[in-house]
């Protein structure tokens, strides 16, 4: 059928909803009778549960119940798949507690205010124990133990080529420790959950996540019910990244105490208990070792990976993420890593925004630049030396990642000339001659990543009125996949939008779903309607080739989208003719089955792998370490473009995340575990005055490896711009000695770096 519906910017359906205040969020929901939750949370990082006394917490007004661990018969969750050991996370803590904000038990009361009352009568006496920060003390020689009958705080690790000397023949190795602290996700919206069981047994739940699905096998699982009698709805989700993926244990604890009582339970978190109890992001230090020959050719890379998991090693399967990416855009020829993740007393890491590839992007590039500087060479031109080729696709990287099709360079030459770069550098090279206090810094980052997991669901139905519903596993947080859905039904039947509606993040409608994560919902998700609609559309030719009776090869789709024989406009049939049509046996051909619809799920041959390159420019005073950034500009490949719109959304969000990393957010405890960034008053999150202008450009390399030839885009600027900002950061500041700043990079951070630099002045 006609492709023009690639390239065409179709404004997002979802938005006017959003705009007239008319969203409707899980602690909308109206539930008669419900009663608030309200959690009591360990105030220390790690200790002994002693007691737990509830008797003055029941007596309080409103109180319907206060549940403590041993009043559930809940089975504990188990780490992440590779993990063997006894790492596994009670969902009230019972004997010990590891992070400070850990769920000990649960008040059910009338109101919030008289469940948050009574959960503070609830007194629990600790035993304190020393506690761990930080993944480098957690291997420490005589570190305390999370976990004592593992006999190790080390969690899962592995190893690859590590014993190999991939240095060899290197001319010049740079060797460097980087950090890639831990941050928090802070969507708009925090955790809510609201389970409500029926008359019969069955239960329904509301909850804000990326994976109702998998929300439902879990419930299920732990409550001991089978899958169909737990539905499980998404309603508008208001920001995730990654951290909605997983399954809380309030989640487990609520809805266990909703069958125990008979009752609604509704539980939402504040901020403060969001910012401690939500999965935070990366938390990985690397120490790299990368050769070159004189002429700036890569020979090899050694990487250390040690992760920081937090309390509980859910997202293990994180660090070896990383370790895939390693080679990035470059034809590295060897590789050798090591990966260890471990536990700490705070709390635990799961993915956010990139998932592993992040990480691996910022210690590349800022070994890059390490590299260009050993050797006299522009950053852009050490880049451009070792770049993949656009030939040499697919492409096998030395850790045995496969890509699928790439022009590395193209990315790179449009950044650095909708940056101007040649002219920055003239600017930064006459602020430096004038020994200004406000220097200039360019930053480079070319950047590959994974995308496009799993399988996913979609099914196409045409109705008696001609209008069409499409149904998805895929499970939007903000995206627009309402739009980009109904654009590729409407494209494919030649309906109006508007005629399109499409049904989403709710178990007992849509059949199956893998939901929203590692930006694969448009390749994946939208592979699997665009098929389900093209069946539809060959359904639909039959069908009206056999009233007509001619051949389905003289059948068209005309302009005005009736469906009929070609140059015999007075020969053709409304979408809705066809559905009435289809519901008559005898007006069928022969072995066609009654109905316009189709579905199916598609799962794709391979991954697809994102590409891009950024510029970042910042402004550094050097009398205050101030950064102040100034431009932007990002050059991002998903593949062919479905609605640039759409795109350019993802692109912005994406770089507000990552130059948030690199300059203002990071998650800070005190030695005793303590977290310090409990609220948005702590927590630096910047807001759209705090971001400079983006320049953003696309250039498309489809992929062959789906029907629409799309890659994801949803991470792929928090994976590029954080590196390209640290560049541009320490860049600022070269002329000085300064060789490295850790993320994020702070006015202090910046100022110690200048008086401790070798080359200032004064």
Not at 89 to 107: C, K, M, P, S
Not at 391 to 404: K, L, M, R, S, W
């Amino acid at each position: 059928m006609s492709t023009s519906i690639f390239g065409s910017v179709v404004l997002r359906t979802e938005d006017p909803r959003f705009i007239r205040g008319r969203g409707r969020y899980t602690d909308n929901v109206v539930a008669e009778g419900a009663l608030d939750a309200s959690f009591v949370r360990s105030m220390m990082a790690h200790a002994g549960v002693v007691s737990v006394d509830l008797s003055a917490a029941s007596q309080m007004p409103g109180v319907a119940a206060v549940i403590a661990a041993a009043d559930l018969d809940l089975a504990p969750q188990p780490p992440s798949g590779s993990v063997s050991g006894p790492f596994e996370r009670q969902v009230l803590a019972q004997d010990r507690v590891r992070f400070v904000g850990e769920a000990i038990a649960v008040v059910l009361a009338e109101s919030l205010g008289e469940a948050q009352d009574a959960a503070e009568g609830v007194q629990v006496e600790y035993e304190p124990l020393p506690a761990v920060v930080g993944s480098e003390a957690a291997l420490a020689d005589g570190a305390p133990l999370l976990f004592p009958e593992a006999g190790s705080n080390l969690a899962d690790g592995f190893d690859t080529e590590w014993k190999a000397d991939v240095l060899a023949g290197a001319d010049v190795v740079v060797r460097a420790r980087f950090e890639n602290h831990r941050v928090a996700p802070v969507p708009m919206e925090t955790n809510a959950f609201l389970v409500v069981p029926e008359d019969d047994g069955r239960l329904t739940v509301w909850v804000s996540t990326q994976a109702p699905f998998d929300i439902r096998s879990d419930l299920a699982e732990w409550l001991g019910l089978s899958k169909d009698r737990v539905r499980v709805i998404a309603p508008d989700v208001g920001g995730g990244f990654g951290a909605k993926l997983a399954v809380y244990p309030e989640y487990l604890v609520c809805a266990a105490a909703a069958v125990r009582l008979g009752r609604p339970v509704r539980w939402k978190e504040t901020r403060s208990e969001s910012m401690v109890n939500m999965t935070h992001g990366r938390g990985q230090v690397h120490d790299v070792e990368l050769g070159a020959r004189r002429d700036g050719t890569i020979v090899g890379l050694r990487v250390d990976i040690l992760a920081d998991m937090g309390a509980y090693p859910m997202a293990t399967y994180l660090p070896p993420t990383t370790q895939m990416m390693l080679s990035g855009p470059y034809g590295i020829p060897r590789i050798a890593c090591r990966v260890r993740s471990v536990v700490t007393n705070a709390t635990p890491v799961g993915p956010y925004r990139g998932a592993g590839r992040p990480e691996a992007t910022a210690l590349l590039e800022r070994s890059m630049n390490l590299l260009a500087l050993e050797l006299g060479l522009d950053p852009a031109e050490i880049r451009r030396r070792n770049l993949i080729p656009p030939d040499a696709f697919p492409h096998a990287t030395a850790v045995g990642t496969t890509y699928d099709v790439g022009d590395y360079g193209r990315a790179l030459d449009g950044a650095l000339r909708l940056s101007g770069y040649e002219r920055l550098r003239e600017e930064q090279a006459a602020r430096r001659g004038r020994g200004d206090r406000i220097q200039l810094g360019i930053g480079l980052s070319t950047y590959v990543e994974i995308t496009g997991f799993a399988r996913e669901f979609g099914s196409v139905e045409v109705h008696l009125d001609g209008s069409v519903t499409v149904l998805t596993g895929i499970s939007p947080h903000g995206q627009g996949h309402e739009t980009s859905l109904a654009q590729i039904a409407s494209g494919v039947l030649g309906l109006p939008m508007d005629r399109v509606r499409v049904v989403h993040s709710d178990t007992g409608v849509v059949p199956s779903g893998e939901g929203t994560f590692g930006s694969r919902s448009l390749q994946i998700g939208g592979s699997a309607v665009w098929n389900a609609s093209q069946a539809v559309m060959d359904k639909g030719a039959l069908v009206a080739a056999h009233l007509l009776e001619v051949g389905k090869e003289d059948i068209v789709q005309h302009e005005d989208g009736r469906i009929g024989v070609a140059g015999a406009p007075d020969r053709a049939f409304t979408w809705s003719e066809l559905a009435a049509a289809a519901t008559e046996p005898l007006r069928l051909p022969n072995g066609l089955d009654p109905g316009l619809s189709a579905s199916g799920r598609f799962k794709q041959r391979g991954s697809t792998f994102p590409f891009g390159a950024h510029v970042a420019v910042v402004e550094v005073d050097l009398e205050t370490g101030g950064v102040r950034p100034v431009r932007h500009v990002a050059v991002d490949d998903c593949g062919r473009i479905l609605n640039p719109m759409l795109v350019e959304g993802q692109i912005h969000g994406g770089l507000a995340q990552g130059i948030a990393q690199a300059l203002y957010e990071s998650v800070e405890f005190d030695e005793l575990g303590t977290p310090l960034t409990t609220n948005l008053a702590s927590y630096l999150m910047p807001s759209a005055a705090d971001l400079p202008g983006f320049a953003c450009s696309q250039t498309e390399t489809p992929t062959p490896l789906n029907p629409l030839g799309a890659k994801g885009i949803g991470e792929a600027a928090t994976v590029g711009s954080a590196p390209a900002v640290q560049n541009a950061v320490v860049d600022a500041l070269s002329h000085l000695g300064v060789r490295h700043i850790d993320m994020p990079c702070s006015p202090e951070r910046v100022w110690r770096a200048i008086r401790g630099a070798s080359g200032r002045a004064g």
